[in-house]
């Protein structure tokens, strides 16, 4: 058992390459030919094989109602419905199956059956994958070279009694090769990775049995993130590829439900690094310019300590690809801009020298993990930049044509073809190849990076194919260790202010993303357009609305999503802005900036924005899912528009009075979601709520719970909250703010207290 595949291959730079077989990249196409109804038009795409082997593959069909003459149907016949082959069942669950002979690749098919209104050729339910053929879009498989070896995982733990003290154990089959040949137990591999770093698997840590079967045990592992590597070998003398377990060693295990997520554009927050410093773009606005934040800058932030005062537990990252030379025309179609924000890729597996280069973000995920934090990519799958390395070599790939929101080119009707800009192609995802390159550049920054996932840019813009073929993709390769990689979306939808169920299409759009073989999670723009502004920068509506909503919001989403809830993002003017501008009296009687360059928000006239703000994060840093906390509102800081949302992040040093009072409580808010359990993964109760006062419980399980009183009003607000029966809390419980002040005690199945003017509770055992 050693590591002789030359250290990993320098180490997860050479992991990353194996992503193009995992995800199906070696492909040859097979024979074009007609095809069959409703399935689309000739053979293209992946369908072919790396070896002459075909291998089996079975397909699973779960229709949930009653069909008869199920079939499949594929590209590997041309869709010839005389020679689908038949699928067996049902079995006593409903199911129909059908195991197939196919070449490695990933193969379309559409499943067929007789019903009352005749033939269907439709979708598999129970398939992840897509692909197009003959632009109308299929359910695919994907199927593994079975010449090779591989390794099934049985089972993976991990413990941490004590620093120091982690431990990792795993248990994997050996799979045969498609000639049966058994394992060549003295050949297989593995190594530890952690930090870049690999260390090759030997004695009892990596023992191979006469069968094949493998075990795995780590002991005395410092707190972490680690991935084992392993590689069989058959007797045949075939190498299998390499099997990933990525895992962590911490105090408390992590879940992505609950975890407060600090989003950071990095050109705007920080300069650790001035020697990559651009320098002015010729042309370009100086707001809308690069202005010297790093990767280096995030890093010592981090080392710092500053975003565990926050207590944030995963860090959005916007995109680090690099990014166009020049400036370019903005939308106003009058000043000139350059892609400092990153959402105009130029390369495919390159990240920007402007932000560090490779090392600055490899120093910075070192970091974030020995912090406990989880660094999320801005992933761009809807377009590239025009000086793409991609589009200038498969231009088939991508779409030109009519620019969103102008004439004959809405941004719904044309939302998969328009273009963000006239420089920036579309990417055409019915592609097969063009979707199997994105697919593969993601697995790539994963893998090479040690990132903990994605942010999905522009979700509603990309077909499903997109979004499903990444999914799988990112499942199967990184989460066979138990380790979870989120997958979270931004499919921007509004508000529509009228009773229910009018919003019901907002909500539907955004939860058709959602799922065990789509996203994790997405943003909440329901909620963000009806309550967060509304309710508390505006004062439109009540605590009594931003009640009702977000439980109405929550019953929408499909279980186990992780939605994220937020006050203001790089996409929104400043929430104290908004507050400051909200023409709600004489005194404030300015319109929101809505002008990007002329009119633009200036620091609040007065305190109140800053206590709407207050009161505003004592509501979002407790609510359910994975809050977002952008950069700089930490503080309260002001903005309009983009790019005026967007100014350089500050110091506490450079802080007023009222901003640091502000910092100070969100700091209290940040940890006390950090360290109290049920204010991450509890169920939402309504405790109280009128037009200005809100408390509502998080509740684990009784009496595991936690109690967040907040108000509006300016004036002492006194509370008797009932908590016996709804939280558990019996008489003589003693209560702790975690906010600050006196304990309380429990009285009577009741807990009293007086909330101060504009203020917020936490309660908690």
Request: a negative charge; hydrophobic letters at 40%.
């Amino acid at each position: 058992m050693h590591l002789s595949f030359t250290t990993l291959r320098a180490t997860l730079a050479t992991l990353a390459t194996l992503a193009f077989v995992l995800a199906g990249a070696c492909s040859a196409e097979p024979a074009s030919s007609s095809s069959g109804a409703g399935s689309g038009g000739a053979s293209s795409g992946q369908g072919g094989g790396v070896t002459d082997a075909l291998c089996e593959t079975t397909i699973t069909f779960e229709p949930g109602y009653t069909v008869s003459s199920v079939r499949v149907a594929g590209e590997w016949h041309g869709f010839d419905l005389a020679t689908a082959s038949a699928m067996i069942g049902p079995s006593a669950g409903g199911a129909y199956t059908a195991t197939l002979t196919l070449p490695p690749g990933l193969h379309a098919y559409k499943v067929v059956y007789e019903d009352a209104n005749g033939t269907q050729w439709v979708l598999n339910p129970s398939e992840g994958r897509r692909k197009y053929v003959g632009g109308v879009e299929n359910s695919a498989v994907k199927v593994r070279d079975c010449a090779k070896p591989t390794l099934a995982v049985e089972k993976t733990a991990t413990a941490r009694p004590s620093p120091g003290k982690g431990s990792f154990t795993a248990s994997l089959m050996y799979v045969k090769p498609r000639d049966g040949a058994g394992p060549d137990a003295a050949g297989f591999e593995g190594a530890l990775v952690k930090d870049g770093s690999a260390k090759p698997l030997t004695g009892t840590e990596l023992t191979v049995a006469a069968d094949g079967k493998v075990s795995v045990a780590l002991a005395g592992l410092a707190d972490g993130k680690y991935r084992v590597v392993l590689r069989p070998r058959a007797a045949n003398g075939a190498s299998g590829e390499d099997v990933p377990l990525v895992f962590w060693i911490e105090a408390e295990p992590f879940t992505w439900d609950g975890a407060l997520v600090y989003m950071v554009m990095t050109d705007r927050y920080r300069n650790g690094d001035a020697s990559n410093d651009p320098g002015k773009t010729a042309g370009s606005d100086p707001r809308g310019d690069w202005m010297g934040g790093d990767l280096e800058g995030l890093r010592e932030s981090i080392a710092e300590g500053k975003l565990d005062q926050l207590g944030v537990r995963a860090i959005w990252l916007t995109p680090f690809q690099t990014n166009p030379t020049k400036a370019y025309l903005a939308s106003d179609g009058v000043h000139q801009v350059t892609g400092y924000h990153g959402y105009w890729p130029t390369k495919g597996r390159e990240v920007d020298p402007r932000l560090g280069g490779e090392a600055a973000l490899r120093a910075l995920v070192k970091e974030a993990h020995a912090h406990g934090i989880r660094i999320l990519q801005d992933y761009v799958v809807n377009h590239v930049h025009e000086d793409h390395e991609y589009f200038k070599q498969h231009p088939e790939w991508f779409r030109t044509g009519c620019v969103c929101g102008t004439a004959g080119c809405d941004w719904t009707e044309k939302a998969l073809e328009c273009l963000f800009a006239s420089y920036l192609p579309d990417i055409n995802h019915s592609v097969p190849e063009a979707n199997a390159r994105f697919v593969d550049d993601a697995v790539y920054w994963l893998d090479a990076f040690d990132l903990d996932g994605l942010r999905v840019d522009a979700v509603k813009h990309v077909e499903e194919v997109a979004t499903r073929n990444l999914a799988a993709e990112v499942r199967e390769r990184f989460e066979l260790g138990g380790t979870k990689y989120f997958l979270m979306g931004e499919t921007a939808m509004g508000w529509s202010d009228c009773a229910d169920p009018c919003n019901d299409g907002n909500y539907g759009t955004i939860a058709k993303y959602l799922g065990p073989s789509q996203l994790d999670g997405q943003f909440d723009f329901v909620l963000y357009h009806g309550v967060s502004y509304r309710t508390f920068a505006h004062g439109d509506n009540g605590m009594l609305h931003a009640d009702y909503w977000l439980k109405h919001g929550l019953a929408k989403w499909p279980k186990g999503s992780v939605m994220t809830p937020y006050i203001g993002s790089h996409d929104t003017p400043r929430f104290v802005s908004i507050a400051d501008y909200r023409g709600q009296d004489p005194a404030h009687d300015r319109s929101v900036p809505g002008n990007q360059w002329d009119n633009t928000a200036g620091a609040p006239s007065d305190g109140d924005a800053m206590r709407r703000m207050r009161v505003a994060m004592a509501w979002l840093l407790n609510l359910p899912g994975a809050p977002l906390l952008y950069y700089g509102d930490e503080y309260g800081q002001w903005g309009g528009a983009d790019p005026n949302n967007r100014a350089m992040w500050r110091s506490d040093d450079a802080l007023s009075q009222d901003e640091a009072t502000t910092l100070a409580l969100v700091r209290k808010l940040g940890q006390a979601r950090r360290d109290i359990p049920a204010l991450r993964t509890g169920s939402y109760i309504t405790l109280y709520a009128d037009e200005d006062t809100l408390v509502f419980g998080r509740k684990r399980g009784f009496g595991d719970a936690a109690l967040v009183a907040l108000t509006r009003a300016q004036t002492p607000v006194p509370l008797a909250i009932e908590v016996a029966a709804t939280l558990g809390w019996s008489d003589g419980s003693s209560l702790v703010n975690a906010l600050g002040g006196a304990s309380l005690k429990v009285t009577g199945g009741k807990v009293s207290f007086t909330l101060p003017g504009s203020g917020a509770a936490v309660l908690h055992p």
